[in-house]
């Protein structure tokens, strides 16, 4: 059973049709990476892996659970799925240990001083324990994401789902979040990745998927479609992300 | 074009710099001017006598403050929390999915934000007319708290919707994806968000209802239960003088304008914040 699968997947807003028919499926311990130019319809396939965006057609399973069948406690299946946003969306109100603790007690009813052990557990593992009483505000950008990643860990996800989760950070501030994520790989953690970062996805991903425009162009090993790209489409994205000043000399 | 500025200086002979002294100097002269003729006309010793009458502020004081300031403070917090609980309520009606709950808030809101404050006590305190046995619990405490909730309700509401809508829609997708059911997500993430961006306003509808519980006036109280405008308006008709009056209506600035700074203080915190 794979932990995601996604059957002819279709999702217009409105007139504009963003997926048109997507089949792809994650097995459990892979990290995948999503690639493509903005507005290949990457994030809004994620986002339909855990429901933040509603499919027009087609299903979407998760570890054998059908999202899509409209009986469905999509609560339910979320509390498996870990997300990782762009903009981080850490609460603002609340600490950073209450940022992780607080989806533990009240969605899995974990004791308060559980909760806290586990969270500290995983700050720890992010590397930012001594910033439990901080608030978000007081973080930078690769911080408050890093703890974006604890809060989503604390739930013990069998998925995690990342939304760019370093293209809203200063590029100095990148190196940090990426060798987390790449521990978690190395930890057997299974990933679907949407990102820019073509170091990070030729290092640590299985595989690696090249959206254009609403479809999967290609889909295999990254030393095939980083460094091998079949489709003139994927070579023409990949030269102009690479070499992104070269582009204009031929 | 190359005439212009030699033709400008020799029509109008005064420098600009010039032209604004004399029209300060003008203002000032007309300021004395008042002045002068308001002093002379004014008979000072009238005015003493009968808005700062010492004697009179003297008899007031100590119930000025144990009874109507107490009162006063007990029938504007009394009504702020009805208010608050009712229009947050509204307020999370206006944006259910539930059509009928946003229709009756909406109806809420422009029936109560259109009608004057005092209408609203006078119905209240008509209501024994129409329904002879009825009580409202607490009799003049709860009458109004119930009268001054219901009027700022629709004001709060509104607060509380923009403070809602300020909350970046972020907190809420997060607070789903880590499996919290909507309410949920509501009560233990966005309303908390909302009502920290809300204190300034909310802190300035303290400041209207603290002025607006002179209307429980209307309600007809007795002696202990007598707020800062009747307490005043009692006193001026036992001494036949509007020292009493001028002495309220110096007890509520002792309150508002702090308050009012506050609520200033606070918003400006907040702007350098975001």
Redesign the interface.
């Known amino acids: 059973m794979s932990t995601v699968e996604i059957r002819n997947l279709h999702k217009s807003f409105g007139q504009l049709e963003v997926l048109k028919g997507i089949d792809f499926t994650v097995e459990a311990g892979q990290v995948v990476c999503v690639i493509g130019p903005s507005g290949s319809g990457k994030s809004t396939l994620l986002r339909c892996v855990n429901l933040l965006e509603r499919p027009t057609s087609g299903q979407v399973f998760v570890d054998g659970t059908e999202l899509t069948d409209p009986d469905v406690d999509i609560d339910a299946v979320r509390r498996r799925l870990g997300m990782v946003f762009q903009q981080f969306n850490l609460f603002a109100h609340l600490t950073v240990l209450r940022n992780v603790t607080i989806a533990q007690e009240r969605v899995l009813k974990r004791g308060r001083a559980e909760a806290e052990e586990i969270a500290r557990e995983t700050l720890e593992k992010v590397g930012l324990s001594e910033k439990a009483d901080s608030f978000p505000a007081q973080l930078s950008g690769g911080q408050q994401q890093r703890v974006a990643i604890a809060r989503a860990l604390a739930m013990n996800p069998s998925l995690m789902l990342f939304d760019e989760p370093t293209s809203a950070l200063d590029p100095e501030l990148v190196g940090d979040v990426l060798s987390v994520m790449r521990e978690l790989a190395q930890d057997g953690m299974t990933m679907l990745v949407v990102t820019h970062e073509m170091g990070f996805a030729r290092e640590v991903a299985d595989r690696v998927v090249f959206m254009d425009r609403g479809a999967i162009v290609e889909d295999g090993p990254p030393e095939q479609v980083i460094a091998d790209p079949r489709h003139p489409r994927t070579r023409e994205f990949l030269g102009r992300v690479l070499h992104p000043e070269g582009a204009d000399d031929e | 074009m190359s005439e212009q500025p030699t033709t400008l200086p020799s029509r109008k002979a005064w420098s600009p710099r010039k032209r604004q002294r004399i029209g300060r100097g003008a203002q000032y002269t007309l300021l004395i001017v008042v002045a002068v003729v308001l002093a002379s006309l004014a008979d000072w010793g009238a005015i003493r006598q009968s808005f700062f009458n010492t004697q009179v502020a003297a008899d007031g004081l100590p119930r000025l403050f144990t009874v109507a300031l107490k009162n006063t403070v007990i029938y504007t917090i009394s009504g702020y929390v009805v208010g608050f609980a009712l229009g947050m309520l509204l307020a999370l009606m206006r944006q259910s999915s539930v059509a009928p709950y946003r229709w009756t808030a909406s109806t809420y809101i422009e029936i109560f934000r259109g009608l004057p404050a005092l209408v609203i006590f006078l119905m209240i305190g008509s209501l024994p007319l129409a329904f002879p046995g009825l009580q409202v619990p607490g009799g003049v405490y709860g009458q109004a708290a119930l009268g001054l909730g219901l009027v700022s309700a629709a004001y709060m509401a509104e607060t509380f919707r923009a403070g809602l809508q300020a909350v970046?829609k972020?907190?809420m997708?997060?607070?789903?994806?880590?499996?919290?059911?909507h309410m949920?997500a509501m009560v233990?993430?966005i309303v908390?968000?909302a009502v920290?961006i809300v204190i300034p306003p909310l802190t300035n509808e303290l400041v209207l209802l603290f002025k607006d519980s002179s209307l429980v006036l209307f309600l007809g109280v007795t002696a202990a239960q007598v707020e800062l405008a009747k307490f005043g308006n009692d006193q001026a008709s036992t001494f036949a003088s509007p020292t009493p009056i001028l002495v309220s209506g110096l007890t509520y600035l002792l309150i508002t304008i702090p308050l009012g700074y506050v609520a200033r203080r606070l918003e400006s915190r907040q702007r350098g914040?975001r």
Do not use: D
């Not at chain 2, 997708?173 to 059911?181: K, V, W, Y």
């Open positions: 970046p972020g907190q997708e997060a607070a789903r994806s880590l499996g919290m059911p949920r233990s993430i908390p968000q920290r914040k």
